[in-house]
């Protein structure tokens, strides 16, 4: 189980975040709305001074673009906050094979199991967030809602690569969350702060539920099925 927290807004932030169990740092470059966009300079900084893996939240669509971005900030993954046209991916593996990409589902509807579908075959993992692509000001993550589970359920099922689960999760609904989606990781950034700040007490808290969430999973998945005892 990854646990990835995001909009990591300086280096203090990251040493918060790392020590308090964080496995993934999620750092926000320019978006058309949303919190916890930092400069290039400063992500490139944090990336290099951290042994963890870290992604570049990115809201370009043009591979070229983003290629170039990648470069300036040299993280270990790019997360790829709005949809990409076709043929997209195949260039960014191309020219980026040892980078991990990460497609953003935004799950508005029915049409978003689809979607995720499509894109799984193109990347290493789907993050399943709530934002809305089609505003006029497009909401590509930090909403900090709650979308439907239910979907988002089926698409952890069924995509064949790690599912991460964003929006609107708390200490207090997390392991709800993954009890009912079956995520292979999770994604926090306005749930884990107090004022806007990175609060150590939500961290903790945050981290321990979906440690023992997975730890009863995992206690669960070994039991001896009652027909062989």
Same mark, same amino acid.
């Given at each position: 189980?990854?646990?990835?927290?995001?909009?990591?807004?300086?280096? #203090?932030?990251?040493? &918060?975040? /790392? *020590?308090? +169990?964080?496995?993934? !740092?999620?750092?926000?470059?320019?978006?058309?709305? $949303?919190?916890?966009?930092?400069?290039?300079?400063?992500?490139?900084?944090?990336?290099?001074?951290?042994?963890?893996?870290?992604?570049?939240?990115?809201?370009?669509?043009?591979?070229?673009?983003?290629?170039?971005?990648?470069?300036?900030?040299?993280?270990?993954?790019?997360?790829?906050?709005?949809?990409?046209?076709?043929?997209?991916?195949?260039?960014?593996?191309?020219?980026?094979?040892?980078?991990?990409?990460?497609?953003?589902?935004?799950?508005?509807?029915?049409?978003?199991?689809?979607?995720?579908?499509?894109?799984?075959? #193109?990347?290493?993992? &789907?993050? /399943? *967030?709530? +934002?809305?692509?089609? !505003?006029?000001?497009?909401?590509?993550?930090?909403? $900090?809602?709650?979308?439907?589970?239910?979907?988002?359920?089926?698409?952890?099922?069924?995509?064949?690569?790690?599912?991460?689960?964003?929006?609107?999760?708390?200490?207090?609904?997390?392991?709800?969350?993954?009890?009912?989606?079956?995520?292979?990781?999770?994604?926090?950034?306005?749930?884990?702060?107090?004022?806007?700040?990175?609060?150590?007490?939500?961290?903790?808290?945050?981290?321990?539920?979906?440690?023992?969430?997975?730890?009863?999973?995992?206690?669960?998945?070994?039991?001896?099925?009652?027909?062989?005892?």
């Amino acid at each position: 189980m990854e646990i990835k927290i995001c909009c990591i807004s300086s280096h #203090d932030e990251a040493r &918060l975040a /790392l *020590d308090a +169990g964080a496995d993934i !740092l999620g750092l926000v470059s320019a978006m058309p709305s $949303g919190p916890g966009v930092i400069g290039e300079d400063l992500i490139a900084s944090i990336a290099s001074s951290v042994s963890a893996q870290t992604f570049l939240l990115t809201s370009l669509c043009e591979p070229e673009a983003i290629i170039a971005q990648h470069g300036r900030c040299g993280t270990t993954a790019i997360q790829l906050c709005d949809a990409l046209p076709p043929g997209s991916h195949a260039r960014l593996r191309e020219a980026l094979p040892r980078t991990r990409l990460v497609q953003v589902i935004h799950v508005t509807g029915e049409a978003s199991y689809d979607e995720a579908m499509a894109a799984a075959r #193109d990347v290493d993992a &789907l993050l /399943l *967030d709530s +934002g809305n692509p089609s !505003l006029q000001v497009k909401e590509l993550g930090g909403t $900090g809602r709650v979308h439907d589970w239910s979907i988002s359920r089926r698409i952890c099922a069924d995509a064949g690569v790690p599912v991460f689960l964003a929006g609107g999760l708390r200490p207090e609904n997390v392991a709800e969350a993954l009890a009912h989606t079956g995520a292979s990781g999770v994604d926090i950034c306005s749930g884990v702060r107090t004022e806007g700040r990175l609060d150590r007490e939500k961290l903790d808290r945050f981290v321990a539920a979906v440690r023992e969430s997975q730890s009863l999973t995992v206690a669960g998945s070994q039991r001896t099925p009652k027909h062989l005892l």
